[in-house]
């Protein structure tokens, strides 16, 4: 599950880090676009069930609610 949590981070990296300083934001914390993606790249490596479950839907929707253009990303076997 950590490799697929990677290669979603790899495709979505830009939305994903950028909704996580948005949501820590909201939580009254500064994060750098950097500290973001470090965070986003320790998550989906240690805690990827909860990564692609709950985090990565979360930032999706939060990138959704600022405009952002989101993309769904499937792999297939």
């Known amino acids: 599950m950590a490799?697929?949590?990677?290669?979603?981070?790899?495709?979505?990296?830009?939305?994903?880090?950028?909704?996580?300083?948005?949501?820590?934001r909201q939580k009254n914390e500064c994060y750098g676009y950097c500290d973001a993606l470090d965070a986003l790249i320790?998550?989906?490596t240690y805690n990827s069930k909860h990564f692609i479950e709950?985090?990565?839907p979360q930032l999706k929707t939060i990138a959704q609610s600022s405009?952002?253009?989101v993309f769904e990303v499937e792999y297939l076997d």
Request: charged share 20%.
């Open 3 to 24: 490799l697929l949590a990677r290669l979603f981070l790899q495709q979505e990296h830009s939305i994903l880090a950028e909704a996580y300083q948005e949501l820590m």
């Open 42 to 44: 320790h998550e989906a």
């Open 54 to 56: 709950v985090l990565r």
């Open 67 to 69: 405009g952002s253009a």
